[in-house]
């Protein structure tokens, strides 16, 4: 029988941090050296931003099932596979680095194949913090998780800025290879309360059906849990996957800087989303979903200084500076957002529908990057150097999500109220 939690720094919650730590951090390490590896290659941003896509794409396809495995099976199980097996394709792509240049298509494969197992790891490492943790720090278990995650993707690039050195992978691939060596091993002393739920092992059917409770559950049960999702997918379009495509190329051709400065740039900005989990945490008795559109609004503006600096053509470190910051406060705005949508999620959902629910809004989160990496990486191919463009139109784009989003996030009933079935 499952143990009631009655505290939030268990030993289990502690080292599926941990597991999640190590893990993130390696494959923040991969996501910065596998793509850059294309653009140095290649030197084109419309390559660049559609292989990005391209690799991101797989993870959004698998994470409705990474849900249903999440809720149908035991997650430390899950974890220890996918970290497993992605140990291993590592290692194959080492060894093909060691006797060969690696090419474009097998680059994206590789990608491919390793963000179709983020997939499933994602919403499984992330429901896990409702059974680890007690009802009433579900919010500070969620930001704690999103500290955890935004530290693992800031170390990341910083560290693979340093390892990755004249399109040479093999030093990132060791130390992403010994992460998932031991994560995999961590793993196996964790302990997960698990309910075993009735599985046909026909998992396309059963991934429809449940599929189709959440679609139920968030469009017709609760409206605007539906509507906030819809926001933070179109939200995360025009800045997140702005920001992941138009950095590396800003600064290692707009402002001809090197590699170790891209991975600083975009590792400070990843602590963006620490202090967004920090604050998200720190502040929930201040911050609710309700009031979200205020923050959405102030990472519109803060985003007009960088765009300003490059359309008049100031210094390159102060240009370096104001983009390094502009990414920092999306991170932090898109990570505050992350709790407040997972908290509100996951409060209103049924717990056999957790992971579902958790996959739904990763996928959603992750889903909106490939579209975003997509549009900005053809909008800078046509414009040149002028990538102050892109600053503006994110800009312009998420401020008028904010101004209409508003009476939608005012909408929501506070904590306990009924919510008016669609």
């Known amino acids: 029988m499952e143990q009631a939690r009655t505290k939030l720094w268990s030993r289990d919650f502690i080292l599926i941090q941990l597991v999640q730590l190590i893990a993130l951090f390696a494959k923040a390490m991969l996501r910065f050296a596998l793509p850059l590896y294309v653009l140095e290659i290649s030197g084109s941003p419309a390559l660049f ?12 396809l698998m994470a409705p099932f990474g849900g249903v495995l999440a809720d149908r099976f035991k997650r430390q199980e899950v974890i220890f596979w ?25 680059m994206v494969l590789l990608m491919m194949l390793l963000s179709a197992f983020q997939g499933v790891y994602t919403p499984t490492a992330m429901s896990c913090v409702p059974m680890l943790v007690p009802p ?26 340093v390892l990755y050195v004249d399109t040479n992978l093999t030093p990132v691939l060791i130390v992403a290879f010994a992460c998932f060596a ?75 800087l090197d590699n170790s400065l891209l ?35 102030l990472s519109g503006l803060l985003m007009l200084p960088g765009g300003l600096s490059l359309l008049l053509g100031g210094p390159v470190f102060l240009t370096y500076v104001l983009a390094t910051l502009t990414g920092f406060t999306i991170m932090l705005v898109g990570q505050m957002f992350n709790v407040l949508i997972l908290t ?45 463009i892109v600053l503006f139109i994110a800009s312009g784009v998420s401020l008028a999500i904010a101004l209409l989003s508003r009476k939608m996030f005012r909408s929501i009933p506070p904590k306990g109220e009924q919510e008016p079935k669609a």
């Open 182 to 256: 031991v994560t995999a091993t961590i793993v196996r002393f964790i302990r997960i309360p698990y309910q075993k739920q009735a599985f046909s092992g026909k998992i396309f059917q059963t991934a429809k059906s449940d599929l189709s409770r959440v679609a139920r559950l968030a469009v017709k049960e609760k409206p605007s849990m539906g509507k906030a999702i819809g926001v933070k997918f179109l939200f995360g379009i025009s800045t997140s996957g702005m920001i992941l495509v138009t950095m590396p190329v800003l600064v290692t051709q707009t402002l001809g």
């Open 344 to 388: 509100y999620t996951q409060g209103e959902s049924p717990r056999e529908l957790v992971g579902k629910i958790v996959a739904a809004v990763m996928a959603e989160t992750i889903g909106s990057m490939p579209f975003g990496q997509f549009i900005y990486g053809q909008i800078l191919e046509r414009i040149g150097d002028r990538v102050w």
């Open 136 to 161: 009433d720090k579900l919010a500070q278990g969620n930001a704690i998780g999103s500290m955890v995650f935004s530290l693992g993707s800031a170390a990341g690039p910083a560290i693979a800025g």
């Open 263 to 297: 991975g600083l740039a975009q590792g400070f900005s990843m602590l963006g989303g620490l202090f967004g989990g920090f604050l998200a945490g720190a502040l929930r008795k201040w911050i609710s979903i309700r009031g979200t559109h205020r923050v959405l609004f």
């Open 82 to 106: 996918v970290d497993t097996i992605t140990a291993i394709l590592i290692l194959v792509l080492l060894l093909i680095t060691s006797f060969a240049s690696v090419i474009v298509w097998l």
């Open 49 to 60: 931003g559609t292989v990005m896509a391209l690799g991101a794409m797989p993870l959004v």
